[in-house]
């Protein structure tokens, strides 16, 4: 058995283990924790669904919070004024999402954007949707949307927390397999091309526009499912929350911290940072937790510049070089 199989095996059992841990959590846990953790789950999803684009594409993508605000609102709008369950209306914010970003995409693409300006480009979309959702009464304006509670399976409305819990975990579970399956197929190669020399990858033959509008396709459809899974675990939406750059600058700092573009960066990111933040912001003060994040992400960035997953794999590698045979 070779040296990379043998640390293939060896993290996938420390997966596993991890995996068993977090199912048997939730008897041990308070209310708040349960539901803060399906808060973590939600966000490993999220990241690693930007992750996609912004990781292995490596690209600064900011279109995330319209992808988030799309699934969030649809479903909700459809769901208070027509009666339409989550589950169809999760759907349909999806398609709206993965056509925004089809066609932002296409547009900045198509122009051959420096990196720098397509992601401002992107910070610019980002806010207009924000407004958008400020103004127009159908989103609720400025004061939101209330969902009113009425639990079912229909409704993706639980009588327990514990629910949210292990449905934001399956979700989670979920996006980091698929993120593996990508990055050992065409377009994971492909995009880790992309990312080092858009140039040379276009004189070989990939086309750079198609696989980047693909990988942004996906990264728009999962992004606006976790936006309806969101609206009706807090049964709450407003521009602030659903269409929030803050959230997509949290999902870049937990790739940072993880490493961008690996399978596991965002996880580990997102597993470290969320949970230190909530027990500093429960316990201590409410905004220090962002203090906490900064000093964090500045620290490992100076000792591990390609993030905690690279530093750990290496760490690995050479333990194993340096053991006897």
Known sequence: MGENSRTDIKIYLGLLVL??????????????????????FLFIYWASAWNIIGGMAGE??????IFIGAGAYSSTVLYINFGVSPWVGMFLGAA???VLGLVIGWICYRS????????????GFS??????????DLLGGSR???????????????????????????????MVGICHWISRNKLGYYLKAIKHNETASAAIGIDTVRYRLLALAVSAFFCALGGTFYAQLVLYIDPHSAVSIT?????????????????LGPVVGTLILMPIGEVVRLYVMTGFHLI???????????????GLVPWFQSRMKKTQEESPA
């Open 19 to 40: 995996l068993i841990v977090l199912l048997l959590l939730p008897t041990r846990l308070s209310i708040t924790w349960t539901r803060t953790f399906a808060m973590v």
């Open 60 to 65: 600064i993508n900011f279109l995330h919070p």
């Open 96 to 98: 709206i999402a993965v």
């Open 112 to 123: 051959g954007l420096p990196h720098l300006s397509f992601a401002l480009i992107c910070l």
């Open 127 to 136: 806010h207009i949707g924000e407004i958008i959702a400020l103004e127009w």
């Open 144 to 174: 939101g949307l209330v969902i009113r509670p009425a639990p079912g399976l229909a409704n993706m409305q639980f009588e327990t927390i514990s629910t949210y819990y292990y449905m934001g975990l399956g979700m989670a579970v979920l």
């Open 247 to 263: 959230t997509v600058i949290s999902m870049i700092l937990f790739c940072a911290i993880g490493g961008f573009g690996t399978v």
């Open 292 to 306: 906490i994040y900064g000093v964090l992400v500045i620290v490992v960035i100076l000792l591990s510049p390609h």
